[in-house]
């Protein structure tokens, strides 16, 4: 079982910075493939990034490369999103999730319970 608590969200203005945040509880964290996801109002639940459990691959939806940053300590049972120049489309939930494999589908087997991002233009 591995429980997920994300922190860092919230307001910002349009070309600044957030650090999201996501402690994960668990002997076994460093088995699992992290990955960060965001809903919108209305929208469906969208992968950000993704973060093979070494750090040695990641995945960047194309609306935020060159903007994000994926990162992960396994000391720490963390994981990191840096995002850098948001835009008010960034505007959303994000969620932190855990699985086995790497998809950008959202079949993860354990999910937090989100932390809102404001981006205001």
């Known amino acids: 079982q591995v429980q997920l608590v994300e922190s860092g969200g919230g307001l910002v203005q349009a070309g600044g910075s957030l650090r999201l945040a996501c402690a994960a509880s668990g002997r076994t964290f460093s088995s699992y493939v992290m990955g960060w996801f965001r809903q919108a109002p209305g929208k469906e639940r969208e992968v950000v990034a993704l973060?093979?459990?070494?750090?040695?691959?990641?995945y960047y939806v194309d609306s935020v490369k060159g903007r994000v940053t994926i990162s992960r300590d396994n000391a720490k049972n963390t994981v990191y999103l840096q995002m850098n120049s948001l835009k008010p489309e960034d505007t959303a939930v994000y969620y932190c999730a855990a699985g086995r494999i790497m998809t950008t589908s959202t079949q993860y087997d354990y999910w937090g319970q989100g932390t809102q991002v404001t981006v205001s233009s």
């Open positions: 973060i093979s459990w070494s750090g040695g691959s990641t």
